[in-house]
């Protein structure tokens, strides 16, 4: 990758001026560890301190349907020559960081591409005879089975185990246990992702050993953390939806416990991208809540790979040009009462 130097003069302050465009909100942002100096770059940003190439990783998060978006963001990456030494991820996000680790090229996210493509809710959450409602009260682990989503998984890997990846690969479910975060580097690949991505409710728990495990964003929907513990220095965050959240007014019990859930699941993202440690810097892109929220939603497909690819495109220019923040000079994401989360959207 080859990157030029920001020729922008610095603010008073040592940062780099935003250009008018970018004085409103990105769609995402630059982020870094703390004590990091607040200033224009002298060196091309893929080098560190010390002139070699940071250790990159890739963060999935997770994001139901919305998973698409994490394609187009895949190819603005690759066609700026930006790779990964290692790949984190959660939930839906555990399926593509696995189709990415098997195949890091640009014909690998092609083909990811296709098999987004061709799912529809059928092939993973099938409506049956049951109206939808009535699913939720019976008697049973969850509405749908996940032979569906077993098969996508089968689909879209191109290898059997974890460690078999041609970049490492980590991928994240919750206990059932004790809540617990298991995070799974080696054995049977299959298992491990749809664990990670076993919506709780929606799909039935896994179990590896003698043990059950669901949706691995639960516990680390966002897991920076997971990456700047195996000594990533420099993250690239692809998150589903936006990266400020502001809650809606629910009218219905289950809407309000799905927004106190979403809430929780953006505060943690928050702090640590506000107590990142010196060293540590994490690019992240986002797509709006638009065209669809709903887990069981594919019908938009084309367009959150579209977006995903724009966006990621406009946050690598602003990382090239030595930018940081967001372009609001706020926080990412603040507190409760400014997260944003629809009832239906799922982890």
């Keep these: ?12 302050g040592g940062e780099p001026r935003l250009a008018p465009a970018d004085r409103a909100a990105l769609p995402g942002g ?50 700026r020559g930006i ?13 593509n960081a696995a189709g990415f680790a098997g195949d890091p ?46 098969r996508v998984i089968e689909n879209g890997l191109t290898f059997g185990r974890i460690e078999d990846a041609a970049v490492h690969l980590e991928v994240v479910a919750t206990s059932l246990t004790d809540g617990r975060t298991q995070w799974f580097t080696y054995g049977p690949a299959v298992e491990a992702i749809l664990a990670s991505a076993a919506l709780p409710s929606l799909l039935p728990p896994v179990e590896i050993g003698r043990e059950s495990f669901i949706d691995g964003g639960v516990v680390d929907n966002v897991p920076i953390g997971r990456a700047i513990h195996q000594g990533a220095e420099r993250i690239f965050v692809l998150l589903c939806g936006p990266l400020r959240y502001t809650p809606h007014r629910y009218r219905r019990p289950i809407e ?40 069981d939603d594919f019908s938009g497909t084309e367009a959150l790979i579209t977006a995903g690819r724009t966006n990621a495109e406009t946050i690598l220019d602003f990382w090239r040009a030595g930018g940081h923040g967001s372009g609001t000079g706020r926080p990412p994401v603040s507190s409760g009462d400014e997260l944003e989360a629809a009832g239906d959207e799922a982890v």
């Design 256 to 295: 309000a416990v799905l927004t106190a859930f979403f809430i929780a699941v953006h505060a943690k993202f928050a702090r640590e991208l506000e107590h990142l440690p010196p060293g540590v810097e994490v690019i992240v892109f986002s797509v709006d809540s638009d065209p669809v929220s709903r887990y």
């Design 30 to 79: 630059v982020f870094p560890g703390l004590g990091a100096p607040r200033r224009r770059w002298t060196r091309p940003r893929y080098l560190n301190p010390r002139g070699r190439r940071p250790r990159t990783a890739f963060v999935f998060a997770g994001g139901g349907a919305r998973g698409a978006a994490q394609i187009g963001m895949l190819q603005a990456l690759l066609n």
């Design 1 to 12: 990758m080859t990157d030029a130097e920001s020729t922008e003069a610095p603010s008073p």
């Design 105 to 150: 090229t640009a014909a690998g996210i092609e083909r990811m591409a296709d098999l987004w493509r061709q799912v529809t809710r059928d092939d993973i959450f099938p409506q049956g005879r049951i109206p939808g409602p009535w699913r939720f009260l019976q008697q049973r682990e969850a509405v749908h089975g996940n032979d569906g989503i077993r």
């Design 83 to 95: 790779t990964a030494d290692d790949v984190y991820g959660a939930s839906v996000g555990a399926i």
